[in-house]
C-alpha cells in the first residue's frame, strides 16, 4: 500500500480528512490507559475491545512497532447546536463503518493495524470476559485503548483535531509496515 492508494481510499470510503504519519512519533502513554481505568466512559471492564481486554500497554506498543506509517482517518459533521448528541451519535456511527469498510477493502492483502474511535459496538452486550469475542476479525481497539491521545496524533499528521464551533470530528488511524 503506497500513501497514494491508502489515499484514494480515503477518498472512496467517505471520509471528510486524512493525513499521514511515521509510527516512529507514536507515544505510548500509561496516563492515557489511567483514563480509561477511571471509567468515565462506563467501558472499562465491559469489552475485548477496551483495557483490560485489549491487553497491556507494552503489548499495544509491540503490537505497533512493526509498522512503520500510519494514515489518520477522519469523519466531521456539522452540528445544529452544542447539544446536538444525535448527529454527535450519528457521525461517531459513520466512523466506526467506514474504518471497517477501508479495512474490509484491503483486508488479506495489507499487514494492516486499525486503531478506532470509541468502544466496539458490534454486538448489543458483549461477551466479555466470560466468552472469546464473536467477531475478533472485525473488532477494534481505540486509539485511546493503545494509549494514544488522538490530538497528538492529528497533529503528528499536520491534521486538525477541531473544525470550528459546532462541528464534532471523529479520528482513527491506519498502520501499515
Ligand atoms: S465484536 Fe462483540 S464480542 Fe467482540 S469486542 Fe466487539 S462487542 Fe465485544
Partial sequence: MTKEEAARLAEETGFSHWGFFKAEGLRFLPEVRDMCSANRCNRYEKCWSCPPGCGTLEESKEKAAKYS??????????LEDDYDGETMMEADELQKQRLEAFCTKIAGKEDMLPMGSGSCTICKTCTYPDAPCRFPERMITSMEAYGLVVSDVCQLADTPYYYGPL???????????
Fill in 167 to 177: 462541528t464534532i470530528t471523529y479520528s482513527s488511524c491506519v498502520l501499515f509496515k
Fill in 69 to 78: 506509517w500510519g494514515i489518520l482517518l477522519q469523519t466531521t459533521a456539522e
